[in-house]
């Protein structure tokens, strides 16, 4: 039973990638037979990019049955790294096929949950077109829950109006999405590093495949490896992880609409930061309790989150683990009150939990974990992202190209950053309260 529809905004890094990483087992919806080709599978996706080049290695490559080609939305020129020419020009002109290719897609659903947008924030697309689909959502399916993946750029982006794209898109990811998980391509990259460095036989008693990160399925798919197909993987395994609920059964399922739910307290924090664990396969798959433990420890280390941040240094307002594999409740339950001491909650929300538990592991894996944090510490993130937006801004640099957009003008970027800044203020104020105790409120009086 299909639960969900993916809105495949642009990845503009290796779009392609994000789908090579299907699990190879029978679910509801379908079985994924990997001798060269697919079977029975068929992605509820709309693929939308202004260039052509990424869709067009899609419908070339093994994975081609896999996608409706009349769900792909393309142009030739492309956005020129501007948000306005995305949001703006784009929107406008591709409005109405969008939002038919988006009722086509839900209509095919048995039971729709969710929608998931997949994008980057440095590009124009991404940034601009990206986030006029998040409001085109929330205009035609106001009561469907929101979930948006969202890729940072990193300081050292190629995209010099990145910070302006990055953050004229934030203040549409804060008005319109119900979550927003954001990932680094810094940290993918440091993660893609570290797991090369160690199968080069950097950590002495760890032995680790050769092309190690996590790949799921990948019989008869797998050719030679593209520069970012490692970084794409460790994300489109984070997906993979997000759904299992909806494709798998388990013990405690989690539906997607939960996850908004009961990780957001606040409408506008609902920045989720994740974590997954295994990023690599042990050459002893045979996972032993020690190793169990080990991985929900794993998933509060800065080495294994997708955002480069420090939780155990801020706040938690609430956390989500997503359990897969052969795990019972008793495990999960006897990790939670071992890490409880070293990870501090809000002080009304001691007990803001999530779990949920999938009986099928990963391909290759015993098992593995997902969390996802309501932390204080994505403030780091956009302050860093205020900063470098401060510096384009102040000078009035590359402004022009986005005021000659139609519709586009210069209350858009005060606007923004007026919305960054708020956003971080609220991050701000949560975490002055750490340590302190909320006195209990007076009781109240009957009158007489």
């Known amino acids: 039973m299909t639960q969900s529809v993916v809105v495949q905004g642009v990845y503009d890094d290796a779009l392609s990638s994000f789908f ?44 081609s049955e896999v996608f409706d080609s009349t769900q792909l939305l393309t142009d030739v020129s492309g956005s020129g790294n501007n948000w306005a020419v995305g949001h703006m020009s784009y929107g406008s002109v591709y409005r109405e ?94 993660i893609v590093n570290k797991i090369k460095h160690m199968s080069d036989g950097g950590k002495p008693g760890l032995t680790i495949r050769k092309d190690s990160s996590i790949i799921s399925g990948q019989g008869g798919l797998r050719g030679a490896e593209k520069p970012f197909d490692a970084m794409n993987n460790i994300v489109a395994n984070l997906l993979l992880n997000i759904t299992s609920s909806a494709r798998f059964e388990g013990s405690l399922n989690m539906d997607l609409n939960e996850i908004a739910m009961n990780l957001v307290p606040f409408p506008r924090l609902h920045y989720l930061v994740p974590s997954l664990t295994p990023l690599y396969t042990l050459a002893d798959v045979s996972v032993p309790t020690r190793r169990l433990d080990q991985m929900f420890s794993d998933a509060f280390s800065k080495d294994h989150q ?22 019972q409740v008793s495990d999960l339950r006897r990790n939670i009150e071992r890490l409880r001491p070293s990870l501090p909650f809000v002080s009304w929300n001691q007990e803001g939990w999530k779990t949920g538990l999938c009986s099928v592991p990963p391909v ?79 009781r109240l009086s009957i009158a007489r």
């Open 306 to 327: 997708l955002l480069r941040a420090n939780p155990k240094h801020s706040l938690y307002l609430a956390c989500a683990l997503m359990v897969r594999g052969n795990v």
């Open 97 to 190: 096929q969008i939002v038919d290719k988006l009722r086509k897609a839900a209509e095919h659903c048995d039971c729709l949950q969710c929608f998931f947008l997949i994008h980057s924030m440095g590009g124009g697309t991404g940034s601009g077109l990206g986030t006029r689909v998040l409001s085109l959502l929330e205009e035609e399916f106001p009561e469907v829950c929101r979930i948006v993946t969202s890729v940072y750029p990193s300081p050292e982006d190629d995209v010099i109006t990145s910070p302006y794209n990055s953050v004229l898109a934030m203040k549409e990811l804060s008005e319109h999405a119900d979550c927003v998980i954001p990932v680094e391509n810094q940290s993918l990259v440091d």
């Open 364 to 442: 290759g894996h015993s098992h593995s974990l997902l969390a996802l944090a309501n932390n204080t510490c994505v403030k780091s993130t956009f302050l860093d992202l205020k900063e470098r937006f401060t510096k384009l801004y102040r000078k009035k640099a590359h402004l022009h190209h986005y005021l000659h957009v139609e519709g586009m003008e210069q209350s858009c970027f005060s606007e923004a950053i007026t919305s960054l800044s708020s956003l971080i203020e609220e991050y701000h104020h949560l975490d002055a309260t750490k340590g302190k105790l909320i006195p209990d409120a007076p």
């Open 20 to 63: 090579r990483n299907v699990d190879s087992r029978k679910s509801d919806g379908g079985a994924c037979g990997f001798g060269g080709r697919i079977q029975h599978l068929k992605a509820r996706a709309v693929l939308v990019d202004m260039e052509e080049g990424v869709v067009n290695e899609i419908l070339q490559g093994p994975l």
